[in-house]
């Protein structure tokens, strides 16, 4: 294991609630990913950090926010969920940002709006 | 639009040699990446690299827009998801194709 939990393993929620999940690595690699995981669509990017702080937008950021104030932990958070947001989530940690480097995924959060 | 093709399915059965075909639109891509995924875990590297490469019974094949898996003496047990993934030396990100679900007949 790559050292990555997250934080619920599964959700069940209302449509309009706020909704946090959490991704802690003990790696102290520096970059972080968050993906969801949908049928016929593998795994798209969310948002992803290159630090404590930096954060940008991945393919699929809208109604996704992202914070980082920590090297091992990074939040995603859903500020008024929707059923289209029902998927699985994944956090992966990356040692360098390169096309070379091997991504390692956490064992994902299973959320459902209702 | 950079974007990775694998087929959603591939049948197989036990003690076959399988073939999954992954192939991509990405511009400055040059190394495949093969993912394992069962449903409720981590998924797991399985292999990667620019040329062709062997990790125990999965085989790598390489060409400059096209990679294939190869599983030999497939089992039961390897049911599962395969993602096949590149990353743009551009931009560092990685880029998925959506799974390959394997189905393996005893």
């Known amino acids: 294991d790559a050292g990555i939990t997250q934080s619920p393993r599964h959700k069940v929620t209302e449509t309009g609630t706020p909704v946090t999940l959490r991704c802690h690595q003990t790696e102290n690699h520096r970059y972080m990913y968050w993906y969801r995981q949908d049928p016929g669509h593998g795994l798209r990017l969310i948002h992803y950090?290159?630090?404590?702080?930096?954060?940008d937008k991945g393919e699929v950021s809208d109604g996704y926010s992202v914070s980082r104030s920590k090297t091992e932990d990074f939040l995603l958070t859903l500020e008024s969920a929707t059923s289209s947001q029902t998927s699985v989530y994944f956090c992966?940690?990356?040692?360098?940002?390169?096309?070379?480097?091997?991504?390692?995924f956490g064992p994902g959060t299973r959320l459902t709006v209702l | 639009k950079d974007q990775v093709f694998q087929p959603s399915t591939v049948a197989s059965s036990e003690g076959a040699v399988v073939e999954i075909f992954c192939n991509h639109s990405v511009s400055n891509a040059y190394n495949f990446f093969w993912y394992l995924h069962f449903p409720g875990c981590a998924p797991r590297l399985l292999v990667k690299g620019s040329k062709p490469s062997q990790q125990g019974r999965y085989n790598m094949t390489y060409e400059r827009f096209s990679s294939s898996l190869l599983i030999l003496q497939v089992r039961e047990a390897d049911a599962a998801v395969y993602y096949c993934c590149t990353g743009s030396s551009n931009t560092g990100k990685l880029i998925f194709g959506q799974g390959t679900t394997l189905q393996v007949k005893p």
């Open positions: 950090s290159y630090g404590v702080k930096d954060t």
């Open positions: 992966a940690i990356q040692m360098d940002s390169s096309s070379t480097d091997t991504q390692y």
